[in-house]
């Protein structure tokens, strides 16, 4: 095909090719600030396509879903915002476009929704939970400060920090504290710091400015760096009334850096001071523990014991005396009794022996089988008896039997003397 | 500052436990004598602390390691 212009003839493709890499050379990360048009989020592919756009110009954006998953707030129509990102070319089309990696919100009203869209996120992660609050170290041996080494806020930091102990020691992690960049970097400062292990107390700060200034300590990756910083945070952003989500998850908010320095630095007059009544309460105490054993000591020497030992023992020589005394006597007086009782016993088991009550004039008869005669009833006339008296036995021949006339009734005391 | 020595944190912590052990009426006049003893020893640790007041001001440096830092003096201009 003839060249009319005796240049090369490009193919569509071809020159596409070329535009994209010229773009894709010509520019590194960029970060555009514009209002969001026509807005609109695939959910199937999760992707996002909107224009940002400002008074003169537009230009296409997309967001891919790796990327905007870490989106913190939901981006709408007329949103003011800054776009992080890279510019391509998108081929079948022949547009250029940024693929955004971040989306910040800028101005108040983005600003405002995106801040109420995190802080009720964070919230639900329990971020804010007062309980997660640690106490700071008394007497920090190295204080980290995270901040520019360029802003008011070290300055003041060091100000009033040196002034109230002059020995400090302070690591500082310069870190940018505004601008695209900032927010990771003072993450990431966070987590190393954390690692390193070289401070027990952290300020994270910077000085006052705009909203917008202020927005990194707003991030989402602050404040979780912070949260799971293994040692204490203190929050020191902007002025009193600016208050950021940083300064909710910090352990304690610094109204200004000044005011963390006062804060984390212990005051130099106040710790000598303190170390002073310590030392003044070792003496005392010490004293006191004397006074109390001397006391102890004198009112043994004072006793009885201490004065006159011999007393004592004479007390307690008389009181065995005593006892010996009472223990024969009381002896004594218990043979007695048992001897008493023995003779009592004798004298009854003698009384119910048979022979002695033979020997009083009672007999015992017993018939021809050996049976014991008890009844008028047992015996006829004629029949032969035996009588066992005192000291013998009597043969005797019945001469009658009738029964008794009259109430008394035949020996009872018979039955005793059953042999 | 050698590793064994006590951070004045844990001194000044050492010293209440010491005072609170004098106080207490169980502790022996021989352990009292050691515990003030070990006292004023640990307020001239702590007192030296105090007058050693140099401060000490640094900076992470940006060759840093993620495992070890690179640290170099900072210094502040006073506005």
């Known amino acids: ?419 | 500052m050698s590793e064994r020595e006590l951070k004045f944190e844990e001194a000044v912590e050492r010293l209440d436990e010491i005072v609170e052990g004098l106080e207490s009426e169980s502790t022996s006049l021989e352990k009292s004598i050691e515990l003030y003893e070990e006292g004023m020893k640990l307020v001239k640790v702590c007192e030296k602390k105090l007058a050693a007041a140099e401060a000490k001001l640094e900076k992470v440096l940006p060759q840093s390691a993620e495992d070890r830092p690179a640290v170099g003096p900072l210094k502040v201009n006073e506005s």
């Open chain 1, 1 to 419: 095909m003839p060249d009319p212009s005796g240049s090369r003839i490009y193919t569509v493709s071809e020159l596409t090719v070329e535009i994209r890499r010229l773009i894709l050379g010509g520019f590194d990360e960029v970060a555009v600030s514009g209002e969001i048009s026509n807005f609109s989020h695939y959910p199937a592919s999760g992707h996002m396509y909107f224009s940002l756009k400002d008074a003169g110009a537009a230009i296409r954006c997309v967001f891919f879903r790796s990327d905007n998953e870490s989106l913190t707030f939901v981006p709408e129509n007329g949103m003011q915002v800054v776009s992080v990102g890279k510019l391509d070319v998108y081929q079948a089309k022949g547009e250029y476009q940024l693929k955004v990696s971040r989306l910040l919100p800028q101005g108040a009203g983005a600003l405002a929704v995106a801040l109420e869209q995190l802080k009720k996120k964070l919230a639900a992660l329990g971020l804010f939970d007062p309980a997660r609050k640690r106490p700071l170290p008394f007497f920090p041996r190295r204080i980290g400060v995270i901040t520019s080494t360029e802003g008011a806020a070290i300055r003041d930091i060091f100000k009033v920090g040196l002034r109230r102990w002059p020995g400090a020691c302070v690591l500082v992690h310069p870190v940018p504290v505004e601008g695209a960049k900032a927010a990771p970097e003072i993450a990431e400062a966070i987590r190393r710091m954390g690692r390193w292990g070289l401070c027990d107390v952290l300020i994270v700060g910077r000085g006052g400015g705009s909203i917008e200034d202020l927005w990194a300590f707003n991030e989402e990756v602050v404040c979780k760096a912070a949260a799971a910083c293994p040692v204490p945070v203190v929050s020191a952003v902007g002025h009193e009334k600016d208050v950021t989500l940083l300064d909710l998850v910090a352990d304690v908010r610094a109204a200004t850096p000044s005011n963390a320095a006062e804060i984390v630095f212990p005051e130099i007059d106040t710790v000598a001071a303190d170390l002073a009544s310590r030392r003044r309460s070792l003496a005392r105490e010490l004293k006191q523990k004397f006074a109390l054993a001397a006391g102890r000591l004198d009112l043994i020497r004072k006793s009885r014991w201490w004065k006159e030992p011999k007393s004592l023992l004479e007390t307690r020589w008389q009181r065995l005396d005593d006892l010996k005394v009472d223990l024969a006597r009381n002896f004594e007086r218990r043979v007695i009794q048992a001897r008493q009782a023995l003779e009592t016993v004798r004298v009854r088991v003698a009384a119910l022996s048979p022979t002695a009550v033979l020997e009083r004039g009672y007999a015992l008869l017993t018939d021809a089988s050996g049976s014991v005669v008890r009844r008028v009833s047992q015996v006829s006339a004629g029949d032969r008896l035996s009588v066992r008296v005192s000291d013998g036995t009597l043969k005797v021949l019945v001469d009658s039997a009738g029964p008794l006339a009259g109430p008394d009734r035949p020996v009872r005391r018979e039955r005793h003397v059953r042999t």
